[in-house]
């Protein structure tokens, strides 16, 4: 069964891009990685610098799913996210697509 990819998209409030930029380096990508989910890449929009994109990698769909219900419920998360909201939210919207590899794809 081939991976499942992840594309997930965040618009930051205003002003509060440097603070989800400091979370995802400094707490988000390790937890990821300990719930299984592994990190392509990130990027900032160029034409929307409020905008941060990211690629993840899941085994299959339920183990996506299964991860990302870990990574809510871990206690460390529950508090990085809290500490992080002290000054208010931090993310306006977030959009996520799962997507599964083409047969001609070079990521299958």
């Known amino acids: 069964m081939a991976q499942t990819y992840e594309l997930r998209t965040y618009v ?7 603070v989800l930029l400091a979370r995802f380096r400094n707490h988000t990508v390790e ?3 300990r719930h299984g ?3 392509v890449g990130y990027w900032v929009e ?6 941060l994109v ?12 299964a991860s990302w219900d ?16 002290k ?13 599964e590899p083409t047969d001609f794809s070079p990521l299958r």
């Open 54 to 65: 990211y690629l993840l990698v899941h085994a299959d769909r339920r183990s996506a799913t």
């Open 46 to 51: 160029a034409e929307h610098p409020d905008t």
């Open 70 to 85: 870990a990574f809510r419920a871990d206690p460390e998360w529950v508090m990085v996210k809290s500490e992080s909201e």
């Open 12 to 18: 930051a409030e205003p002003g509060r891009m440097e």
């Open 87 to 99: 000054d208010g939210p931090v993310v306006r919207s977030v959009t996520s697509s799962l997507l």
């Open 37 to 39: 989910m592994t990190s």
């Open 31 to 33: 937890l990821f990685a």
